[in-house]
T-cell receptor, first 110, second 112 residues
């Protein structure tokens, strides 16, 4: 697979913004994704961005893409305790292949 | 309105005893994927089907096989489970022109 890297842990206070970062290596990626995984559950697609965009906003979520630096971030505004989970970034390659990052465990402190 | 269903949610098998995990979907998607996810790791793609075309990842062990008898169902067969195969197994679907994956809840496999 391709290298998709994320920091392992992030801790924020309830009501603050969270920013989760991801770097990838393949500049040919067409779509980039953010998934949320709660304990013992499958992955839930949160949002995605096409590679010719640099920003996408969806309610509390803002995705920023810097293609030059191959850097993707997810900002969660007004973070809630229900946002505590593991967040995975992923990239799509031609041929129906998805490569996932290592995941960032977000802890929200009440 | 479940979309991707995996059964069972928890499976215990003995070392070396064949086990089958199942996945079904109501989305009529062309593509079905099987991932293995070990604790605190990223999901690792084992293989995927595009309709009936089977695509194996190069590093997927021969111990893992898959069957897709129709559009709705896909099975993961582990012929001789080892202790290292204990993991969460995730099924996902995707459609042509739909660059999204929809995941099932996963089956947690324990090997004793």
């Amino acid at each position: 697979g391709e290298d998709v890297e994320q920091s392992l842990f992030l801790s924020v206070r309830e009501g603050d913004s969270s920013v989760i970062n991801c770097t990838y290596t393949d500049s040919s990626s067409t779509y980039l994704y953010w998934y949320k995984q709660e304990p013992g559950a499958g992955l839930q697609l949160l949002t995605y961005i096409f590679s010719n965009m640099d920003m996408k906003q969806d309610q509390r979520l803002t995705v920023l893409l810097n293609k030059k630096d191959k850097h993707l971030s997810l900002r969660i505004a007004d973070t809630q305790t229900g946002d505590s989970a593991i967040y995975f970034c992923a990239e799509y390659h031609t041929g129906n292949q998805f490569y996932f990052g290592t995941g960032t465990s977000l802890t929200v402190i009440p | 309105d479940a979309m991707v269903i995996q059964n069972p949610r928890y499976q215990v098998t003995q070392f070396g005893k064949p086990v089958t995990l199942s996945c079904s979907q109501t989305l009529n998607h062309n593509v079905m994927y099987w991932y293995q996810q070990k604790s605190s790791q990223a999901p690792k793609l084992l293989f995927h089907y595009y309709d009936k075309d089977f695509n194996n990842e190069a590093d997927t062990p021969d111990n893992f096989q898959s069957r897709r008898p129709n559009t709705s169902f896909c099975f993961l067969d582990i012929r001789s489970p080892g202790l290292g195969d204990a993991a969460m197994y995730l099924c996902a679907t995707g459609g042509t022109g739909v660059y999204e994956q929809y995941f099932g809840p996963g089956t947690r496999l324990t090997v004793t």
